[in-house]
């Protein structure tokens, strides 16, 4: 697939009006983010569940705002031409606007990123707004949010009941207000995302939020099953998929060391790259994720939330 130039809010704005899923995916380091970059990938996250799957905390709780930075400034030197985000970690921004504000601006002058995330809605507006008010890009974070999953009870899908619904659709409302450039959801089922979606004239993405919503983004690590704990239903590896396109490529090789030395390219960089070239793939052709990989509702339940009055037909 290739480089095909750094993409900005213009953009993904004009990609949601086409109706072009926007591809994007988590990367903590240099390698990584350098393969994102090589396969095209639109955007990347430095999420803080870099805390898990790179630093190996059990929780993303207890990552700090210095070693997001350390996370952020690798990937920048990665993937110099991709728009990246910093993640607020928690104790980031909730505390004062000042603090938010603060942060943010830690994430674009010292790391070089172009948009920050932080989780939450209505609760956190007052922040979203200074931080955008401070001339920072935001992406909001909804549904299930990492962060204050005690709150939820763990780990649990959110939006599937109808006061769930519509407490998240005033959330991306707020949000939108606030000034954010996009919303991602995460953990719902498709027909409450693809609600939201309706009713935001902003970019919604999602994260195990079915494919009627205006992108998709996976954890690099679940997307590559390299992370034992443990792996959410809506996440896909791929690297089945790929590897008999791998091996053929070796095959092809006129000499696998020589190719080696000379660029690098007989390992894992190649596996990887391919392996994201194919997810984008199915994220722009809308393959992805299919419905193994998306949370069903039953019957009562959907006919529960179409009773909403900000259920749009």
């Known amino acids: 697939m290739g480089l095909s130039g750094k993409k900005g809010i213009k953009d993904f704005n004009k990609m949601k009006r086409k109706g072009k899923a926007i591809a994007w995916v988590t990367a903590y380091d240099y390698p990584f983010s350098y393969c994102a970059e090589q396969a095209g990938i639109d ?12 630093l190996g905390y059990e929780t993303t709780n207890p990552v700090s705002m210095n070693e997001m930075l350390s996370m952020a400034k690798s990937v920048r030197k990665g993937a110099p031409n991709t728009f990246i985000i910093g993640d607020m970690p ?27 995330k932080c989780e939450g809605g209505i609760r956190v507006v007052d922040k979203v707004k200074a931080i955008v008010d401070a001339g920072i890009l935001v992406c909001g974070h909804l549904g299930l949010t990492p962060q204050s999953t005690s709150s ?55 994260i195990g939020a079915g494919p009627n919503v205006d992108g998709q983004l996976l954890i690099m690590h679940d997307l590559l099953g390299f992370y034992q704990p443990f792996r959410p239903k809506f996440a896909k590896c791929f690297i089945p998929e790929v590897i008999l396109e791998y091996a053929n490529y070796l095959d092809s090789l006129e000499d696998v060391s020589a190719t080696g030395i000379e660029t690098r390219r007989d390992g894992l960089l190649v596996l990887v790259q391919l392996t994201l070239e194919i997810y984008i793939r199915k994220v722009k052709n809308k393959t992805f994720p299919g419905k193994e990989y998306v949370y069903q509702l039953s019957e009562n339940a959907l006919s529960k939330l179409q009773k909403s009055e900000y259920w749009i037909e």
């Not at 955007?43 to 790179?54: A, C, F, R």
């Not at 921004?93 to 990123?113: D, H, P, Q």
């Not at 006061?163 to 606030?178: G, H, M, P, W």
Request: with cysteine.
């Open 90 to 116: 928690q104790g980031a921004y909730e505390i004062s606007t000042t603090l938010a504000v603060e942060n943010a601006l830690r994430f674009v002058k010292e790391a070089g990123c172009d948009a920050i």
């Open 152 to 206: 939820f009870g763990g780990y649990k899908v959110q939006g599937k009941s109808r006061t769930s619904f519509e407490d998240i659709l005033k959330d991306a409302l707020a949000l939108q207000e606030a000034g954010v450039y996009a919303v991602l959801l995460e953990a719902m089922p498709a027909e409450s995302a693809e609600q939201i979606a309706k009713h935001l004239d902003i970019p919604v993405y999602g």
């Open 43 to 54: 955007m990347i996250l430095i999420g803080d569940s870099g805390g898990m799957v790179q």
